[in-house]
């Protein structure tokens, strides 16, 4: 009984170091077809990273360029807005110059209505005698 429980062994023995072969030769190959895959990736990877650093410069040229198109937008509204800061600051001023002075704005006001009175009267005074000439002129 012992023998076949030896030769039981030494058979299973064998069939195992078979398999531990085969799964030893499977590892191999596996390895050996991963490695050259790895290669052939790694050459078109290389070509790619080309590809994909000729596309980043592209891109970052044309970022350049539209945010310089952007800042010399920014930099014409900036001078705008400095220009009609400018202009309302000098507006206030002007207004709060008047205000400050109200008695002389109201006497200027007054002068010109008593000057804008005496040119109406003129003006009546003067198509009056445009219509005496005038009819002067058609009876004769």
């Excluded at 195992?16 to 590892?27: I, P």
């Excluded at 800042?71 to 205000?99: G, H, M, P, V």
């Excluded at 002075?101 to 445009?130: F, G, T, W, Y």
Aim: hydrophobic share 40%; charged share 35%.
């Amino acid at each position: 009984m012992r023998v076949e429980k030896k030769r039981k062994r030494v058979e299973m023995g064998i069939g195992r170091r078979h398999l531990l072969v085969g799964l030893g030769l499977v590892m191999v190959l596996g390895i050996a077809v991963y490695s050259r895959l790895w290669v052939i990736d790694y050459k078109i990877s290389n070509a790619d990273s080309q590809l994909l650093r000729m596309q980043f410069d592209l891109a970052h040229r044309e970022a350049v360029d539209e945010s310089a198109e952007w800042r010399l937008r920014f930099d014409q509204e900036r001078e705008n807005s400095a220009k009609c800061t400018n202009e309302l600051t000098q507006a206030k001023e002007l207004l709060n110059k008047n205000t400050k002075d109200p008695p002389a704005v109201e006497e200027r006001v007054r002068r010109l209505q008593k000057e804008n009175m005496e040119l109406l009267q003129s003006l009546d005074v003067i198509k009056r005698e445009l219509e005496t000439v005038k009819l002067k002129c058609t009876a004769l």
